[in-house]
Nanobody, 122 residues
Framework: QVQLVESGGGLVQAGGSLKLSCAASGRTLSSNPVGWFRQAPGKDREFVAAISWSGSSTYYAGSVKGRFTISRDNAKNTVYLQMNSLKPEDTAVYYC???????????????WGQGTQVTVSS
């Protein structure tokens, strides 16, 4: 069993940056693909980005491509999401999740963190 804890959320002005972290405990995360998802009030949880277990493959939602970067440090058992040029529509609770297969749908992920709030003011 792996436990995931997100951190790094907060309030930022439009155009600003935040870096989210997803720290794993319980066992190593180095063999699992990891994804970031977000959920705004009244909306479904949506895919943001994913990274393969080795970090050699990444995939982004069209709405964040070119602005967000997912990365991982397997030695630290941590995955990151660097978010630049933030927009008010990026406001949501951001979740990291671990899977056994590289995917973009929430049901493909087995382990979830509790989420961290990101609020972008205009």
């Amino acid at each position: 069993q792996v436990q995931l804890v997100e951190s790094g959320g907060g309030l930022v002005q439009a155009g600003g940056s935040l870096k989210l972290s997803c720290a794993a405990s319980g066992r190593t995360l180095s063999s699992n693909p990891v994804g970031w998802f977000r959920q705004a009030p009244g909306k479904d949880r949506e895919f943001v980005a994913a990274i393969s277990w080795s970090g050699s493959s990444t995939y982004y939602a069209g709405s964040v491509k070119g602005r967000f970067t997912i990365s991982r440090d397997n030695a630290k058992n941590t995955v990151y999401l660097q978010m630049n040029s933030l927009k008010p529509e990026d406001t949501a609770v951001y979740y990291c999740a671990a899977s056994y297969e590289f995917g973009v749908l929430p049901f493909e992920y087995d382990y979830w963190g509790q989420g961290t709030q990101v609020t972008v003011s205009s």
